[in-house]
């Protein structure tokens, strides 16, 4: 994940339907959150470079880990205007949303805790 640092409450995010040791009361809702997000021309051109050769190409990596971490920012401020205690069952996603553009959608369900 990045290394920015977030002024979003946090809250348990889990991909598993429950939170261990917890009861759910309420189910608010399908929450998600998304960002799109496209390197430069210059990152381009290294990762054209790298892709010659072989192996990570980083600046992608690193552009993918920003947009889950701002993706997964969004869910929780979403559910958190819901007044959710947590959010369970969260998936990711990712598409071309547009030519060297890609989205990561992060979406789960708000519930409250007994």
């Not at 969004?74 to 553009?101: E, P």
């Given at each position: 994940m990045s290394n920015q640092a977030t002024t979003t409450p946090q809250i348990p995010v889990v991909t598993i339907s429950h939170i261990p040791g917890k009861e759910i009361s309420e189910n608010l809702g399908i929450v998600f959150g998304s960002s799109v997000r496209s390197r430069n021309f210059l990152f381009d051109i290294m990762a054209t470079l790298k892709n010659l050769f072989g192996g990570e190409v980083r600046s992608y990596t690193r552009l993918l880990?920003?947009?889950?971490?701002?993706?997964?920012?969004?869910?929780?401020?979403?559910?958190?205007?819901?007044?959710?205690?947590?959010?369970?069952?969260?998936?990711?996603?990712?598409?071309?949303?547009?030519?060297?553009?890609?989205?990561?959608?992060?979406y789960g369900t708000a519930v409250r805790l007994k």
């Open positions: 880990e920003d947009a889950q971490q701002e993706a997964t920012d969004r869910l929780i401020a979403q559910s958190v205007k819901l007044n959710a205690d947590a959010i369970v069952d969260v998936h990711f996603a990712t598409s071309q949303v547009a030519y060297k553009a890609a989205e990561i959608f992060a």
